[in-house]
């Protein structure tokens, strides 16, 4: 069983920073993408960064600039910095991983991140 487990939410003031993590555990294959997403109240989720194996990163428009994913390879870890934070920041931000060329994909339970004006 594959388990995704993230910390690092909290309340913050506009322009201020957050650095979320997300550890795996169980059965990780060699090849895969973790990523962060994001639901905000009567939004639909959406991929907010991810990040393969070997380096690639990709970013939503509305956060490019801003924040930053990461991981360690080693310790089956992803991070996401978040910096210049905005209210629209604001939502539920889960972890997800996705085995290249497998069926399924893994979700964290969720991280509240809210942003103050």
């Known amino acids: 069983q594959l388990q995704l487990v993230e910390s690092g939410g909290g309340l913050v003031q506009a322009g201020g920073s957050l650095r979320l993590s997300c550890a795996a555990s169980g059965s990780i294959f060699r090849f895969n993408v973790m990523g962060w997403y994001r639901q905000a109240p009567g939004k639909q989720r959406e991929l907010v960064a991810n990040?393969?194996?070997?380096?690639?990163?990709n970013y939503a428009d509305s956060v490019k600039g801003r924040f930053t994913i990461s991981r360690d390879n080693a310790k089956n870890t992803v991070f996401l910095q978040m910096n210049s934070l905005r209210p629209e920041d604001t939502g539920v931000y889960y972890c997800?991983?996705?085995?290249?060329?497998?069926?399924?994909?893994?979700w964290g339970q969720g991280t509240q991140v809210t942003v103050s004006s």
């Open positions: 997800n991983l996705q085995v290249v060329g497998m069926t399924g994909t893994s």
């Open positions: 990040i393969i194996s070997g380096g690639p990163t």
